[in-house]
């Protein structure tokens, strides 16, 4: 089991900066991909960023270019780096990651995001 703890969530102008970072802990050692994930007012939960054990990420077009996701190498912790932010930016924000064997992934509570114009 693994267990994901979030934080750095808040309200910021459009154009502004925030971080959000997850704390893991647990079975760690078998995570094979960290990553964000968001849900807007209305919409369905949509993949954010990803990022592999072997380095490989993936980023959501909407993001690409204004949003980087890092690690530690201990895979104890998980960043979003979010730049340039607009409002349709606004949503909760979900640490995910994803492991080989049972349970397959884990969930944080999620973060609240809100940018305003």
């Known amino acids: 089991q693994v267990r994901l703890v979030e934080s750095g969530g808040g309200l910021v102008q459009a154009g502004g900066s925030l971080r959000l970072s997850c704390a893991a802990s647990?079975?760690?050692?078998?995570?094979?991909?960290m990553g964000w994930y968001r849900r807007a007012p209305g919409k369905q939960r949509e993949l954010v960023a990803t990022?592999?054990?072997?380095?490989?990420?993936n980023y959501a077009a909407s993001v690409k270019g204004r949003f980087t996701v890092s690690r530690t190498n201990a895979k104890d912790a998980v960043y979003l780096q979010m730049n340039s932010l607009k409002p349709e930016d606004t949503a909760v924000y979900y640490c995910?990651?994803?492991?080989?064997?049972?349970?397959?992934?884990?969930w944080g509570q999620g973060t609240q995001v809100t940018v305003s114009s």
């Open positions: 995910s990651v994803k492991l080989p064997v049972f349970p397959f992934g884990a």
């Open positions: 990022l592999t054990t072997g380095g490989n990420t």
């Open positions: 647990g079975d760690i050692v078998r995570i094979n991909e």
